[in-house]
């Protein structure tokens, strides 16, 4: 199925330093999105990068897209405590309009 | 302010009861969708609507039912049938307008509903 894979599952870093989480996907997509979820909440939207653009850039956050490669990276600079969450990627799901698929997501904690 | 309200935040459920989760929407989206979400894992598709009184199964639609009789509302109940229904609950929606067979818009969420069965 066209889902998003996350890596890795897992990331733990101190204050201060960059944490970089990776999505794979297997089938052509026009745009990607990323999603954080605080514990026991909803998801919230990130950003979206569609197929024509190669980085985007919000606030801290910095996501690349390489369709060749079928892969997207997403960059949280000086992270903060504030920062610990799950956060996702997700797909849009190809044979109905507007339908996402989400990946297994990336636990970051982020320690002070 | 515009956004999804799920209710109740927390439900127990005795086997063999079906349970239903409300999912309101005041943001005049034209789709909805419900997931679930299991500990350590990702998001997976219940069942979605995309018009009033129409809605289409996701990937894990069995024990589980919804309606979608008004534009902001799309309740999910979920069946006796369903066996293993302890999970986290999930509704979003967003607008269909301007999405192509291969994009998709941005999606709003509730904060979920939890359910567990005794």
């Known amino acids: 199925s066209q889902q998003g894979e996350e890596d890795p599952q897992a990331l733990s870093i101190q204050e201060g330093e960059n944490a970089t989480m990776n999505c794979s996907y297997k089938?052509?997509?026009?745009?990607l999105q990323w999603y954080r979820q605080n514990s026991g909440r909803g998801l919230v939207h990130l950003i979206l990068?569609?197929?024509?653009?190669r980085e985007k850039h919000s606030g801290r956050l910095r996501v690349t897209l390489d369709t060749s490669k079928k892969s997207s990276s997403l960059l949280i600079t000086a992270s903060r405590a504030a920062d610990t969450a799950s956060y996702f990627c997700a797909i849009p799901g190809g044979t109905s309009y507007g339908k996402l698929t989400f990946g297994q997501g990336t636990i970051l904690t982020v320690h002070p | 302010d515009g956004g999804i309200t799920q209710s109740p935040k927390y439900l127990f459920r005795k086997e063999g009861q079906n349970v239903t989760l409300s999912c309101e929407q005041n943001l005049n989206h034209d789709a909805m969708y419900w997931y679930r979400q299991d500990p350590g894992q990702g998001l997976r598709l219940i069942y979605y609507?995309?018009?009033?009184?129409?809605?289409q199964k996701g990937d894990i639609a069995e024990g589980y039912s919804v309606s979608r009789e008004k534009k902001e509302s799309f309740p999910l109940t979920v069946t006796s049938a369903q066996k293993n229904p302890t999970a986290f609950y999930l509704c979003a929606s967003t607008e269909l307008g301007g999405v192509s067979i291969s994009g998709a818009n941005v999606l709003t969420f509730g904060a979920g509903s939890r359910l567990t069965v005794l």
């Open positions: 990068i569609r197929s024509n653009e």
């Open positions: 089938t052509s997509i026009n745009n």
């Open positions: 609507s995309q018009i009033v009184n129409d809605f």
